[in-house]
């Protein structure tokens, strides 16, 4: 495939080029010239063209960005997968991985092998810095790339949202720090229990301890139960649940046990309070 990190730049520079003021059509009189910067003209006939090349320069260059994101996404999945395969490995055993897997697909490598004009320069004087000549977005990506696995930069997928985020504070990190949709919450905040949730529904077991467990809280928010006695029901709750999700417990077992002591309102008795039967 040409469209690998391949030799686009010429193409790219060749399309840049029409953006540059044209001589005047044959026959027109030079009218309305206006200089924009010394030596070069400006001629309104020729607005259209350069809108035109313009926009076809445009469509162009996110068409390309587009095909070097994929790319991007797909090696950065693979270096995921093969973190999660070989936990051992060094950095750049990673690269040489992914390397060997484009070889072996395309007969050449995706990043390596095509140098980087590196050179060493003063920016902050007087300290001396490694710089680089980079020309194309292609070879801008090939390099940042190269260089996250490098400097062993932990990217990671969110098991949320699906994309990819760079842990702030632990490297176990599960979710990002983007805000979610329309939840107003960040998915490392509502992450875990959206997909407790997912987990929860069609799991009778789950849902009935869900269920529980809310009715017990809002007790506690009600003044109606104490948090010691209610962080003691949920540990043993959390026992209980295990066990019959373990098949040590039948389901009417469990249903029973989370039921022990619940007050229920009497039926039809003008809304006097009547204690269920302790287990
Ligand atoms: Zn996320």
Not at 11 to 34: K, M, S
Not at 35 to 56: F, Q, V
Not at 255 to 266: D, F, N, T, Y
Request: hydrophobic letters at 35%; a positive charge; aromatic letters at 10%.
């Amino acid at each position: 495939m040409t469209d690998r990190f391949g030799d686009r730049c010429a193409a790219d520079r060749d399309l840049i080029n029409p953006l540059r003021p044209q001589p005047p059509l044959p026959g027109r009189a030079p009218a309305n010239r206006l200089p924009i910067c010394p030596g070069d003209t400006w001629n309104p006939d020729n607005e259209k063209l350069l809108y035109r090349a313009a926009k076809e320069a445009a469509e162009h260059i996110i068409l390309n960005f587009k095909s070097i994101q994929k790319t991007i996404i797909h090696a950065i999945e693979r270096l995921l997968e093969l973190r999660e395969k070989f936990p051992d490995a060094s950095s750049m055993e990673y690269l040489y991985m992914l390397e060997e897997e484009y070889r072996k697909e395309e007969s050449k490598y995706l990043i390596i092998e095509k140098p980087f004009k590196a050179f060493y320069g003063v920016i902050k004087p007087p300290e001396i810095v490694e710089l680089y000549e980079i020309d194309t977005i292609r070879d801008l990506f090939r390099f940042e790339f190269v260089k996250m696995i490098e400097h062993d930069i932990f990217i990671k997928k969110c098991k949320n949202c699906g994309q990819f985020f760079i842990p702030r504070r632990r490297t176990n990190a599960k979710y990002c720090e983007r805000i979610y949709g329309d939840t107003n919450r960040k998915c490392s905040e509502i992450g875990a229990m959206l997909r407790y949730e997912k987990k929860v529904a069609g799991n009778p077991v789950l849902e009935a301890h869900k269920k529980a467990y809310r009715r017990l809280h809002s007790r506690v928010r009600a003044k109606k139960m104490t948090q010691t006695a209610f962080m003691k029901w949920s540990d043993e709750s959390v026992k209980k649940r295990d066990a019959c999700l373990d098949g040590e417990l039948t389901f009417e077992e469990f249903v029973a046990w989370l039921e022990q002591g619940r007050v229920r309102r009497a039926r039809g008795k003008g809304g006097k309070q009547q204690k269920v039967t302790m287990g």
